[in-house]
């Protein structure tokens, strides 16, 4: 026999989780980032339809093994390249999704075309499962070790390419897959891998303007683009986004969160910082004179400077330095400034020093390239300002896109950790875009007085102040209590600029919504709903969800209700629908969708395998194979969203351990199946006593997760002041025993079918497949709902179900 082509596997694999991450940024880019994720779930159907096609026609595809791997992997990298490209020119429009009839017809096409490439290469690895069945541990290891390497590849190589290049990285590599299987098989004559090495060279010479990313119309960079001879002057890229620069000679650019209508400054000249087309941040020309800096006294957000005097001041997500620039006019003592994105950081500094002064470098200015969390956990120092800077986009915001983000910058702990990094009389300030009805900032109010009382601070009433704008509003939080030298300040300050006190301590009801004026003070009456006595059923009744968000639940964007879709609908008519936090349902549909999809790809098969069964067998034995078909049915499927469940959880809680989600979606999904690869290999070793050997395993996974659920978080708190290369070597060793019980059951369930019946391995494996994209959407719609404590627990259960039912 033959030695199957692992290498081949292992390349082809890495090629597929590169292809599906990079898929992630591409998407980001042309549309947003939480539709992404929605259709890789959908694309990542191709491996259970891989299964299906080897389960039906495994005596054709395997006579003709070697020749149908190369194919698939050929398709595959040519596929990556070209479904991507045709994806593109498909006009879909997400905003339009619920009204528009054809857009649906549209995401559908988007969906069959990313899944084209993934069928491809799944079927090539399926294939490789079910011709060497006997080798299934050595197979599984080098599977998903592969897969876990070419996810910390995929990473690197954004960090040096555009996402062009690595697209055109990734479908190179597929094909070079193709070309060390003849290698590895000696299959052929000796010319073919050199022939297929040269096709592999293919995807670099594609001409750029077929490939070339086109984000949506309704993105801010088009809409930008759209002024006068606006133009592009500086772009960089990275895992953390694609860094836009724009200018507009003619047409001077007037970014302002925020700003006063009774304002009697413009902005100096400014030119645009966008990431990934979105969350437009204002690079403010500087040349060290204060003048051209007025306006920035007249934002929502100037108002706790004019409630402190000279303030050490700390900038959480500092973009283009619009806010740090806002806190040197203010006179404040001293300013921390921490930007996500490093390359944010050069753009100011570096390649627009001339423009910009370099903010960051002006005195008393430190600047730190971080997470938000992790450096205040990391610190310990403490100021009078914190600010928590407005990036994201108002158009995105309104329109409900972010209402699947994870966001741990507005939890009840995050909160927490900001208060404790205040001094006495400190405070903290948080701007957010005005939706109407409101949804963001009753959240935010009710976060705050959650972390207070948690912290069992006393009158949390008597430390709180709102105000809003014409379309921002601006929350303070102080530690310790409004006096009344402060809240005199703050009428003044609200006054002279119109803008509306929807709450302060010993508020009147008259006094709120005065400028600005809505047909209700829906703000004031929130605010004061959330203070009193019937809390739980104003949130209760409330038309949005507007509950605080937590650590185990950091869905702040999160507003939709179901009870309230009959009403938004019934105001299709009148423009309603835009009041939908739209991405919520669409999640449902996709779950929906992704689990009748895998089921067709498993009762079919399996009913066609059970009538060949009794075609060969008669029908006395088809009956008793019957249950046992189901039964390996339901091991697969529980072992697949089990698996899928603990890796996406433990993603979630590691984020803010690693002080950055990119390094925890490298290092957690890395190690998780490389380790999982590595207890796949060591469970050959187990197959004498494979049932056992399972119950063994799931235990194990059951204890671990169980003493990692109740002692992280204080195992977090202790080592996150650790530098980053020691916290990814505690991150790698905490998940290390976890993943490798977790890669066992599945390769010794598979062993004892091939044992018993080789034709049910495709099935099974298409199964695992199926149950994994399922989970992937499923495992987000129980963190909404019951956080990610919840979906450990989920599976857990469906780990030990699956030890019972064993094959």
């Not at 004019?306 to 001041?313: A, E, Q, Y």
């Not at 895998?598 to 029908?619: D, E, K, Q, S, Y």
Request: proline letters at 7%; charged letters at 15%.
């Amino acid at each position: 026999m033959p030695r199957p082509p692992l290498l081949a596997l292992a390349l082809l694999s890495a090629a597929a989780l590169g292809y599906e991450i990079l898929l992630m940024r591409l998407l980001s880019i042309i549309l947003w980032h939480h539709f992404a994720y929605m259709m890789i779930s959908v694309a990542l159907l191709g491996y259970g339809a891989a299964g299906a096609l080897v389960a039906l026609a495994r005596p054709a595809l395997l006579r003709h093994f070697l020749p149908a791997f190369v194919a698939g992997a050929l398709l595959f990298g040519a596929g990556a390249m070209a479904c991507f490209a045709i994806a593109q020119q498909v006009a879909f429009n997400p905003l339009e999704i619920l009204w528009e009839p054809t857009q649906p017809l549209r995401l559908l096409l988007l969906y069959l075309l990313l899944f084209v490439p993934f069928f491809c290469a799944a079927t090539s690895v399926c294939l490789v499962f079910s011709r060497f069945n006997a080798q299934v541990h050595r197979i599984y290891s080098f599977d998903i070790l592969g897969a876990g390497l070419g996810c910390l590849a995929i990473i690197v190589a954004l960090f040096a390419l555009s996402p062009v290049g690595a697209l055109r990285l990734v479908s190179a590599t597929g094909m070079a897959a193709a070309a060390l299987a003849c290698v590895e098989c000696r299959w052929h004559r000796r010319w073919l891998p050199a022939l297929l090495l040269v096709v592999a060279t293919v995807p670099a010479a594609v001409p750029e303007a077929w490939i070339a990313l086109r984000p949506s119309e309704y993105k801010e960079l088009n809409q930008v683009l759209r002024i006068g001879d606006a133009r592009v002057v500086a772009q960089r890229s990275s895992p953390l986004g694609l860094v836009t620069v724009v200018e507009s000679p003619s047409i001077p650019l007037r970014h302002a969160p925020g700003l006063s209508l009774n304002a009697s400054t413009e902005p100096p000249p400014q030119l645009a910082v966008l990431t990934d087309g979105d969350g437009l941040s204002a690079l403010n020309r500087y040349d060290s004179r204060r003048e051209p800096l007025a306006y920035l006294g007249d934002l929502t957000s100037a108002l706790p400077f004019h409630l402190l005097r000279n303030p050490r001041v700390l900038v959480l997500g500092s973009g283009a330095g619009a806010d740090v620039l806002q806190a040197i006019w203010h006179h404040a003592s001293a300013v921390d400034a921490v930007e996500l994105n490093p390359q944010v950081i050069e753009l100011v500094q570096g390649r627009f020093a001339a423009f910009s002064g370099k903010p960051y470098s002006a005195p008393g200015v430190r600047v730190f390239a971080g997470e938000a969390r992790g450096f205040l956990a990391a610190s310990q120092d403490r100021y009078d300002l914190i600010q928590v800077a407005l990036l994201d986009s108002f158009s995105t915001s309104s329109a409900g896109l972010y209402a699947l983000s994870e966001s741990y910058l507005y939890t009840v702990e995050a909160f927490q950790g900001y208060l404790r990094h205040l001094r006495p009389g400190g405070m903290l300030a948080i701007t957010r875009w005005v939706t109407l009805p409101p949804r963001d900032i009753p959240k935010l109010f009710a976060t705050a007085v959650a972390a207070m009382e948690k912290m069992d601070v006393p009158a949390p009433a008597l430390r709180l102040v709102l105000i809003r704008g014409w379309n921002t509003a601006t929350l303070l939080v102080k530690n310790g209590e409004f006096d009344g030298v402060e809240l005199a300040a703050l009428q003044a300050f609200c006054r002279a600029r119109s803008f509306d006190v929807e709450y302060y301590p010993g508020i009147e009801p008259g006094q709120a919504n005065r400028y600005n004026v809505l047909d209700k003070p829906y703000f004031f009456e929130s605010a004061q709903a959330l203070l009193g006595p019937d809390r739980a059923r104003f949130l209760s009744e409330y038309k949005f969800d507007v509950r605080p968000a937590t650590d185990d639940k950091p869905y702040f964007f999160h507003f939709f209700k179901w009870r309230t879709l009959p009403e938004l609908l019934a105001l299709k008519s009148q423009g309603g629908l835009p009041l939908l936090e739209w991405g919520y349902p669409v999640l449902v549909a996709t779950l929906l969708q992704a689990t009748a999809a895998a089921l067709l790809l498993i009762v079919v098969p399996l009913r066609v395998l059970r009538r060949r069964t009794r075609m060969l067998a008669g029908a006395g034995t088809a009956t008793n194979g019957g249950p046992r078909a189901w039964r390996v049915g339901f091991y697969f499927l529980a072992v697949g969203v089990g698996f899928m469940f603990v890796e996406i959880a433990f993603i979630q809680k590691f984020i803010l351990f690693l002080s950055h989600p990119l390094y925890a979606v490298a290092v957690v999904l890395c190690a998780f199946l490389c380790f999982a690869g590595l207890g796949s290999r060591y469970s050959q070793r187990l197959r004498a006593r494979a049932g056992r050997q399972a119950m063994l395993a799931v235990a194990g996974i059951w204890a671990i997760s169980l003493i990692y659920l109740a002692a992280l978080p204080a195992v977090f708190r202790l080592l996150i002041a650790l530098p980053d290369p020691a916290r990814i070597a505690v991150a790698v060793l905490l998940i290390a025993p976890l993943a490798f019980l977790m890669g066992m059951p599945f390769p010794l369930g598979l062993d004892r079918v091939a044992a018993r019946d080789e034709t049910l391995v495709p099935w099974a494996w298409g199964i695992n497949a199926c149950a994994s994209v399922v989970a992937a959407v499923l495992a987000t719609l129980v963190a909404i709902h019951a956080g990610f404590t919840m979906v450990i627990l989920v599976a857990l259960l469906l780990y030990a179900a699956a030890a019972l039912a064993g094959p």
